[in-house]
């Protein structure tokens, strides 16, 4: 029959062997020897636990932190004492100094609960998600059983403009290394560790609070170089909730100006549209090409708060100056036109007028 001490060192020996396969650290015979041969084994790792240390909730296209609190509430589950090894070195060491090393090799595996050389990771869990993680990774020291970290971890973020309203999951990895077990051996006190490679998974959901959100669908114009014209704008509330009392403004720079920059829209259901008609003024030298006009909606939300939506942008096409020829010929083209009209209203009235003179 094998010895049962030979079973223990054959059976930490086939652990430390796949353990190394498995993570590539190195563990020399002579520790294998010592930790097989403790005189405890005891049972237990670290335990994290993340929660958000911020608010969860976000806005569309809003910048912000991620604070993330990491405590670890790790516990030691049992110990095994190995009686005939204590009793061999009390008979060869003495017992005094044998209990000297059993109390130092307990002290030593209380240990085992901490969480040391800590990376966390975050990821989304739906990689399509409408969130940017700007940095994800960050090391975070070591941490001992009940404790949290002194200050959050922190992660920014944003979130994107086009963002739809909902909860979006975020994956929180957290590798860490471990001591698995100590032995404090004869004659010297010598220590030798065991230690392993862990990782734990953890879920931080945030949510992306539903609010309206707008956008310009299309513009008419018919601008030309010196003219005064009217620019009509189709907005969209394509947000998840109602706008109240919307007001779209626009803010014009040369070749326009104007003295009409606001249109009143009304009440903006989800997915309803609304037109809003400007007058603007063109500089006579203007260059004919694609102008940029800058844009947004005030509105007031579900709180009854006055917001803003997000900059827009209203393109208007400019084209040539008339000709000063044509504008004469134009206007010579109405003159002659109003005359042609009164003509044919006033030829009536003079005959009836002229019949009516000669009755008398």
């Given at each position: 029959?094998?010895?049962?001490?030979?079973?223990?060192l054959?059976?930490?020996?086939?652990?430390?062997?796949?353990?190394?396969q498995?993570a590539?650290?190195?563990?020399?015979e002579?520790?294998?020897s010592?930790?097989?041969?403790?005189?405890?084994?005891?049972?237990?790792?670290p335990n994290?636990?993340?929660?958000l240390?911020?608010?969860?909730?976000?806005?569309?296209?809003?910048?912000?932190?991620?604070?993330?609190?990491?405590?670890?509430?790790?516990?030691i589950?049992?110990?095994?004492?190995?009686?005939?090894?204590?009793?061999?070195?009390?008979?060869?060491?003495?017992?005094?100094?044998?209990?000297?090393?059993?109390?130092?090799?307990l002290?030593?595996?209380?240990?085992?609960?901490?969480?040391?050389?800590m990376?966390?990771?975050?990821?989304?869990v739906?990689?399509?998600?409408?969130?940017?993680?700007k940095l994800?990774?960050?090391?975070?020291?070591s941490?001992?059983?009940?404790?949290?970290?002194?200050?959050?971890?922190a992660?920014?973020?944003?979130?994107?403009d086009n963002?739809?309203?909902g909860?979006?999951?975020?994956?929180?990895?957290?590798?860490y290394?471990?001591?698995?077990?100590?032995a404090?051996?004869?004659?010297?006190g010598?220590?030798?560790?065991?230690?392993?490679?862990?990782?734990?998974?953890?879920?931080?959901?945030?949510?992306?609070e539903?609010?309206?959100?707008?956008?310009?669908?299309?513009?008419?114009?018919?601008l030309?170089?010196?003219?005064?014209?009217?620019?009509?704008?189709?907005?969209?509330?394509?947000?998840?909730?109602?706008?109240?009392?919307?007001i779209a403004?626009?803010?014009?720079?040369?070749?326009?100006?104007?003295?009409?920059?606001?249109?009143?829209?009304?009440d903006?259901?989800?997915?309803?549209?609304?037109?809003?008609?400007f007058?603007?003024?063109?500089?006579?030298?203007?260059?004919?090409k694609?102008?940029?006009?800058?844009?947004?909606?005030?509105?007031?939300?579900?709180?009854?708060?006055?917001?803003?939506?997000?900059?827009?942008?209203?393109?208007?096409?400019?084209?040539?100056?008339?000709?000063?020829?044509?504008?004469?010929k134009?206007?010579a083209?109405t003159?002659?036109?109003?005359?042609?009209m009164?003509?044919?209203?006033?030829?009536?009235?003079?005959?009836?007028?002229?019949?009516?003179?000669?009755?008398?």
């Amino acid at each position: 029959m094998i010895p049962i001490k030979n079973v223990k060192l054959l059976m930490i020996t086939i652990l430390l062997l796949s353990y190394m396969q498995v993570a590539s650290a190195g563990i020399n015979e002579e520790v294998v020897s010592e930790i097989a041969s403790d005189y405890y084994d005891v049972y237990g790792a670290p335990n994290l636990k993340a929660n958000l240390a911020c608010d969860k909730v976000f806005q569309r296209g809003e910048s912000a932190v991620l604070y993330v609190n990491v405590m670890n509430n790790g516990q030691i589950t049992g110990y095994e004492a190995d009686q005939k090894e204590i009793d061999d070195d009390i008979a060869q060491y003495g017992e005094s100094l044998t209990r000297s090393f059993m109390s130092a090799e307990l002290l030593s595996d209380r240990a085992i609960t901490t969480a040391d050389s800590m990376t966390a990771t975050l990821s989304l869990v739906d990689q399509d998600a409408p969130i940017k993680i700007k940095l994800d990774t960050l090391l975070l020291g070591s941490l001992s059983t009940g404790k949290s970290l002194a200050s959050p971890a922190a992660f920014p973020i944003e979130i994107y403009d086009n963002a739809k309203a909902g909860t979006y999951t975020l994956r929180l990895d957290i590798a860490y290394r471990h001591q698995r077990d100590s032995a404090v051996t004869p004659p010297y006190g010598d220590t030798y560790y065991w230690y392993e490679d862990l990782n734990q998974t953890m879920y931080l959901p945030i949510v992306i609070e539903e609010e309206p959100y707008f956008k310009v669908l299309h513009t008419e114009s018919d601008l030309q170089a010196g003219d005064r014209e009217t620019i009509t704008v189709t907005y969209m509330n394509t947000g998840d909730q109602l706008a109240r009392e919307c007001i779209a403004r626009i803010s014009v720079v040369d070749p326009f100006t104007t003295t009409d920059d606001q249109a009143y829209l009304g009440d903006m259901r989800p997915s309803e549209s609304r037109n809003a008609t400007f007058v603007v003024n063109v500089a006579a030298d203007a260059t004919p090409k694609e102008y940029s006009i800058s844009s947004e909606v005030k509105y007031k939300d579900v709180h009854d708060k006055s917001q803003y939506s997000d900059a827009l942008k209203v393109t208007a096409d400019v084209g040539p100056a008339t000709p000063l020829g044509e504008k004469v010929k134009d206007n010579a083209t109405t003159i002659t036109g109003l005359m042609l009209m009164v003509g044919i209203i006033g030829t009536p009235a003079y005959m009836v007028s002229k019949r009516k003179r000669n009755n008398k």
